[in-house]
C-alpha cells in the first residue's frame, strides 16, 4: 500500500506541474474530465508518466476516469515490467 500512496503522490505531482492544477485539489476519487482534461490531455499525461516511471504503456486503449484509476494502471504496468510494486 506504501508504493500506491506514493504512485499518487508523484502522478498528483507531475499533473500539477503539466497541467497548473492545485496539488492539494487533487484526490483519488477525483475525475480526470473534471480536473479538465479531455483524452489529448491524458495521453500526454500517459506519455509523462510513461517517462517518469520507466514504465511502457499498452499499446490497446486503458479506460481511465478518475486520478486513482491512474494510479492502479501505473502500479500494475510497474509490477509487471520491473517485478515489484
Do not use: C, Y
Not at 492539494?24 to 475525475?31: A, F, K, V
Not at 478518475?66 to 502500479?75: A, E
Request: glycine share 6%; aromatic share 4%.
Amino acid at each position: 500500500m506504501g508504493s500506491a500512496v506514493n504512485t499518487f503522490e508523484r502522478i498528483r505531482k507531475l499533473m500539477a506541474e503539466k497541467f497548473g492544477l492545485d496539488e492539494s485539489g487533487l484526490t483519488p476519487e477525483e475525475s480526470l474530465e473534471t480536473l479538465g482534461l479531455d483524452s489529448l490531455s491524458v495521453i500526454e499525461l500517459m506519455f509523462s508518466i510513461e517517462d517518469a516511471f520507466d514504465i511502457k504503456l499498452p499499446d490497446e486503449p486503458v479506460p481511465l476516469k478518475t486520478l486513482q484509476d491512474v494510479v492502479d494502471t501505473v502500479n500494475q504496468l510497474i509490477t509487471e515490467q520491473h517485478g515489484k510494486s
